[in-house]
Structures are given as C-alpha cells and as structure tokens.
C-alpha cells in the first residue's frame, strides 16, 4: 500500500547538518522542490542552529556514496516562523524534487510521516603518513531513514486551540526528534504537509495514572502554497 509512494519520495529527502568547531549534529529534515536545488523544510529547524555553526547538505544520507564525504554549504532564501516554513537552496548535489498534492488531505487519508530521527554520527581521524594533517572523516552510515504511516485525525483552523498561527492537521502517530522539516505525503507520493511539531494531551484515569495521547502536527498544504514564491508554485502543483 505504502510502497510506491516510500520509493517516490526516499530519493528526495535528507538530513539537515549543523557543523561547528564543537561538533555536528542532525537539525531536521529538509526535501527538494525544484531543479535548481531549493528545499522546503520547517522554520524552527534552523532557527536551531547553534552560534558559531553552519548549515550543511551531505546529500540523501544513507544513500549518498561519495556526496557524503562532502560538506555542501546550505543558502536560508525564505524563513516564515508565522507558517514554521523556511525555504533553502544548495547550490550542487540536489534531489529530484517532490510535487505538491493538487489539494489538502481529508480528514481519514491515509499518509505517511518520514525524516531522520536519533541520527547517529560517528567521527574517524586520519593522519596523512607525509603532511602529518588530522583529517576528520564523519560517518552518517547510521543515519536513517524513518517512515511512518498513519492517518489524517483532524484539521485544524489557525489560531484554534492548539494556538498555531497557521492551518494544520492533526496525524495519529507522532513525529520523532529529527524528523521536523519532513514532507507528509499521500499514497501518491505527493506533499501534502511539513512535519511542525507534537501535540501531548492527558486523560484522567480513576487508577490516578492518566493516559497519555501524542499526536503529530503537519502544516496544511494551504501554508506552503502561500508560503512559496509564486515563481515556483505553478512547477511544483501536481495536477490531475
């Protein structure tokens, strides 16, 4: 059921890095939407970034090859904390891009979560047998790639009651730390949302233990049609 639309988007997304002289590590996710390298990928991610650290592309991480030896500088165009979007652009190595769904999810669709959650990242040191230089080798071999389908539970107005200044929805299986950013896509593998954020409410239980209920929170497909340049909207629509 999943299958078709996993193997249409798989190629398409990948781990956003930060780089600093403390380190790296995996912000988010990010996916392409055009030819010319921009990608879409959620606000908060790279308002993340540490001080002092930079934001890199090493392609579509595990399946990179030799793109992933490489730090590939990333370029923020756009950057809405109102819609949590932010569009960005790398300048060589992009993905096929994705195409947007021709309309929102409905309420009951089946969809599927995906990114880079709890991405491990290993570091190796060479040292070059003449110019005795340290080279850093980072390992992203165990970066993975997560898929979760799940279904469309509700819509929500922006300023409902989750207090979100955009329209989203709401999916009953729950976004993991590094997946932010990520599309959320149809059995057609079409956007149809971005990974934003979880929503956690408690039922009470006469046993006094309430019952905990997580849910994800994807930006509607409305938000990143307004979000995007209008240069770019019509090349990235599907159309029936």
């Not at 930060?18 to 939407?33: A, D, E, H, K, M």
């Not at 908060?44 to 500088?73: E, S």
């Not at 509700?154 to 009651?161: E, I, R």
Request: charged share 10%.
């Amino acid at each position: 059921m999943y299958q078709k639309s996993i193997q249409t988007v798989r190629g398409s997304i990948f781990p956003i890095f930060q780089f600093s002289p403390q380190g790296c590590g995996v912000l988010g996710t990010g996916f392409f939407i055009s030819d010319q390298g921009h990608f879409l990928t959620a606000a908060h991610v790279i308002r993340a970034l540490p001080p002092n650290a930079q934001l890199g592309y090493m392609g579509n991480v595990p399946h990179a090859g030799k793109l992933a030896n490489r730090f590939i500088p990333i370029t923020v165009l756009q950057n809405d904390p109102s819609r949590d979007l932010a569009m960005g652009q790398v300048k060589q190595g992009a993905l096929p891009p994705l195409k947007l769904a021709g309309a929102s999810a409905n309420l009951g669709q089946s969809i599927v979560l995906c990114g880079y959650p709890l991405a491990i990242l290993q570091h190796h040191n060479s040292i070059h047998p003449t110019k005795k230089v340290v080279n850093t080798f980072i390992d992203v071999s165990n970066t993975r790639q997560y898929w979760q389908p799940t279904v469309l539970i509700d819509a929500m107005p922006k300023n409902g009651f989750m207090n979100k200044s955009f329209h989203s929805f709401l999916t009953q299986d729950a976004s993991l730390n590094g997946m932010s950013g990520a599309p959320i896509f149809d059995l057609n593998g079409e956007v149809v949302g971005v990974a934003s954020a979880n929503l956690t409410r408690q039922i009470p239980r006469p046993n006094g233990i309430p019952l905990t209920i997580e849910n994800g929170v994807g930006i509607d497909l409305v938000e990143i049609q307004a979000f995007l340049p209008k240069v770019l909207v019509p090349a990235v629509i599907s159309t029936p």
